[in-house]
């Protein structure tokens, strides 16, 4: 059972930054982060994998940053010239042995 503990979340104006962290309990080759909005469905964001396949959502590109520590089995996503759009409760997500693992969500709120 892969656990995934995420933090960062937070207010924060728009414009702004913030870095969301997920901490792994074992090596997962992909992690992912979805964000899920009021009344909408849960979407991707972005994707890295150990080595370097890293993909993004175009509404993203260019304003976060996906990375990893493979040491400490981290995700990371640095967002930034964050927008009200942005707000969403974000997931990170891992595949292992064909079966999906969520963390438990951080909201992100971006509003003056």
């Known amino acids: 059972q892969v656990q995934l503990v995420e933090s960062g979340g937070g207010l924060v104006q728009p414009g702004g930054s913030l870095r969301l962290s997920c901490a792994a309990s074992e090596y997962i080759y992909i992690m992912c982060w979805y964000r899920q909005a009021p009344g909408k469905q849960r979407e991707l964001v972005a994707c890295k994998s150990t080595s370097v396949i890293t993909t993004y959502a175009d509404s993203v590109k260019g304003r976060f940053i996906i990375s990893r520590d493979n040491i400490k089995n981290t995700v990371y996503l640095q967002m930034s010239s964050l927008k009200p759009e942005d707000t969403a409760v974000y997931y990170c997500?891992?595949?292992?042995?064909?079966?999906?693992?969520w963390g438990q969500g951080t909201q992100v709120t971006v509003s003056s």
């Open positions: 997500n891992a595949v292992k042995n064909s079966v999906q693992y």
